[in-house]
Nanobody, 114 residues
């Protein structure tokens, strides 16, 4: 069982930045494939960014060049640096871990508004 705790969400103006963090439990974090997903009201949950154990990353087209996913295996933590935020980035952001199962955090709200 893997437990995930997200933090770092909040209210930001368009063009601003936020950094989300996701702390994971377990002794094999470096083996986890980690991802950030988001779900806006009335929409399906979508993949935002992912990073696999080797460090390769993948991004949704809508966030390429603005968001960066990274991981610190010594801290069992994955990050999502979000720059140049837009109102359409408003959503609940969820951390996901895939390793011998699929695990989700509780979500953190990101609101981009002036």
């Amino acid at each position: 069982q893997v437990q995930l705790v997200e933090s770092g969400g909040g209210l930001v103006q368009p063009g601003g930045s936020l950094r989300l963090s996701c702390a994971a439990s377990g002794s094999f974090f470096s083996r986890y494939a980690m991802g950030w997903y988001r779900q806006a009201p009335g929409k399906q949950r979508e993949l935002v960014a992912a990073i696999i154990r080797g460090g390769n990353t993948n991004y949704a087209d809508s966030v390429k060049g603005r968001f960066t996913i990274s991981r610190d295996n010594a801290k069992n933590t994955v990050y999502l640096q979000m720059n140049s935020l837009k109102p359409e980035d408003t959503a609940v952001y969820y951390c996901n871990a895939a390793y011998l199962g699929n695990y989700w955090g509780q979500g953190t709200q990101v609101t981009v508004s002036s």
